[in-house]
């Protein structure tokens, strides 16, 4: 079986969600950033590296707006039946299952949280 050409990130995951994908609908989506450039470091990078990633996507998935995402690849619409994010670093050694333990364990009624009356702060959770 040969690979096929490089053809970008675009083609890669139309392609992921051709092969792996439930005819509907993909699994696999492209969000793309634009780069701002950041004199303190003297380079081009996204707005705020990571938190600044977390901010954009909660945007995307709560607000249902892509805020300061330049591109996105894929069906945006099935990301509002997502509950839980996990974010992992390259150095994260996760054990297998312990995602779902995790969301398990947030999920549980106890552990669900609960705001002030003026829902600006978390009191319990």
């Not at 083609?11 to 092969?19: C, D, P, R, T």
């Not at 990633?53 to 300061?68: A, H, I, M, P, V």
């Not at 839980?84 to 996760?94: F, G, P």
């Amino acid at each position: 079986m040969t690979r096929p050409c490089w053809r970008g990130p675009r083609a890669g995951i139309e392609a992921l969600n051709h092969k792996y994908g439930d005819g509907a609908h993909g699994r696999f989506f492209l969000l793309h950033r634009p780069r701002l450039y950041n004199p303190q470091e003297g380079c081009w990078m996204g707005r705020e590296r990571k938190r600044g990633k977390l901010e954009d996507f909660n945007t995307l998935l709560w607000q249902r707006r892509s805020g300061s995402l330049q591109r996105i690849v894929g069906d945006a619409a099935q990301l509002s039946s997502v509950r839980y994010v996990i974010t992992l670093d390259t150095d994260t050694d996760l054990p297998w299952g312990a995602g779902w333990r995790l969301v398990g364990a947030a999920a549980h009624p106890l552990n669900r949280p609960t705001m002030d009356p003026g829902g600006r702060r978390l009191v319990r959770g």
